[in-house]
């Protein structure tokens, strides 16, 4: 069954370029990101690990820890990681598994369960789809999926933004419009009542239609 939003995130052992970890363990009781490379010293990942580096004090702000995967050996992750620094100037400190069996890869459904062998001999091509977003709660439950091709690089801006939504949605009973940034308002999730809108949002609201109230983003 594939995995859906709401799933519990696979826990598994692996090897990183931080050494063994269990990644339950390792994600503790924050948030985590989990993305993953079809191959070692490609192009557009080059970019994305390179921009991720500059971007994760941002991330380690939110209470979010970050792992790469690429299906590489970890051996191969140290050499790419100097090409990253070189090309982008970005320092990769965030732990990345080398996943040269391809069990990640395949339990969090990346690749079919029934590949054969491990990585080596397989090009980008054949790993196409190992190019996943995960992000993943406090309570080791999938809160999002991001799936890109191999020739789009990500967004990590977006992930960010994702990020401040799900976290401001899971402590407030509120949605995020279009194109939400942090700091702009929000709206009121039609299961509360107006009475208890009162209770939560004693500084009022705007009715836009009776199942559209927006009101300035909750603190805290």
Not at 63 to 83: C, I, K, Q, T
Not at 154 to 176: C, G, M, P, Y
Not at 183 to 204: L, Q, W
Request: glycine letters at 8%.
């Amino acid at each position: 069954m594939a995995l859906r939003i709401g799933d519990k995130a696979p826990d598994f052992e692996a090897e990183t370029t931080h050494g063994r970890i269990r990644f339950h363990d390792w994600l503790g009781d924050g948030y985590g990101i989990l993305f993953s490379h079809p191959k070692d010293f490609t192009p557009v990942c080059t970019t994305e690990l390179g921009y991720l580096a500059k971007l994760e004090p941002e991330f380690k702000r939110r209470n979010v820890r970050v792992m790469g995967l690429s299906v590489d050996p970890v051996d191969a992750h140290e050499r790419w990681r100097a090409d990253i620094r070189e090309v982008t100037g970005g320092d990769v400190q965030f732990p990345m598994i080398g996943d040269h069996d391809l069990h990640v890869a395949k339990l969090y459904e990346m690749l079919p369960a029934e590949t054969a062998g491990t990585s080596e001999g397989r090009t980008a091509a054949t790993n196409a789809t190992v190019r996943t977003v995960y992000i993943i709660g406090p309570d080791k439950l999938i809160k999002a999926m991001l799936i890109y091709p191999m020739s789009s690089g990500r967004n990590f801006d977006e992930v960010l933004r994702l990020v401040d939504s799900i976290q401001l949605t899971a402590s407030h009973k509120v949605a995020t419009p279009v194109n939400w940034k942090h700091g702009e308002d929000v709206i009121i999730v039609p299961s509360v009542s107006d009475d208890e809108a009162k209770t939560r949002f004693p500084s009022g609201w705007t009715t836009v239609k009776p199942y559209l109230r927006v009101v300035p983003q909750p603190r805290g």
